[in-house]
């Protein structure tokens, strides 16, 4: 089992930005891949930027050179800590936010509202 707690949502102007935060711990087993997914009113939830245990990233096309992804691991890597920083946010960056752990497991999702 792992626990995640998000926070960072909010909303803000276009041109802003925000950093989103997830808190993972788990149980018995190493916390690897984390990601950032989003889901907006009528859309697939579609990946954002993900990261391994070792420090690989990955982003989506629609956020490169905008948001960056990054992680602190306890040295037992069954606590982890995902962050993501987004500058230049645009409208179409409004959606629900979820943190993932190892491709399964999802937390309760965090909402970012960008508008002027």
């Known amino acids: 089992q792992v626990r995640l707690v998000e926070s960072g949502g909010g909303f803000v102007e276009p041109g802003g930005s925000l950093r989103l935060s997830c808190a993972a711990s788990a149980s018995g087993f190493s916390i690897n891949e984390m990601g950032w997914y989003r889901q907006a009113p009528g859309k697939q939830r579609e990946l954002v930027a993900d990261i391994t245990r070792g420090g690989s990233t990955n982003y989506a096309d629609s956020v490169k050179g905008r948001f960056t992804i990054s992680r602190d691991t306890a040295r037992d890597n069954a606590k982890s800590t995902v962050y993501l920083q987004m500058n230049s946010l645009q409208p179409e960056d409004t959606a629900v936010y979820y943190c993932?752990?190892?491709?399964?497991?999802w937390g309760q999702g965090t909402q970012v509202t960008v508008s002027s």
């Open positions: 993932n752990a190892n491709y399964f497991y």
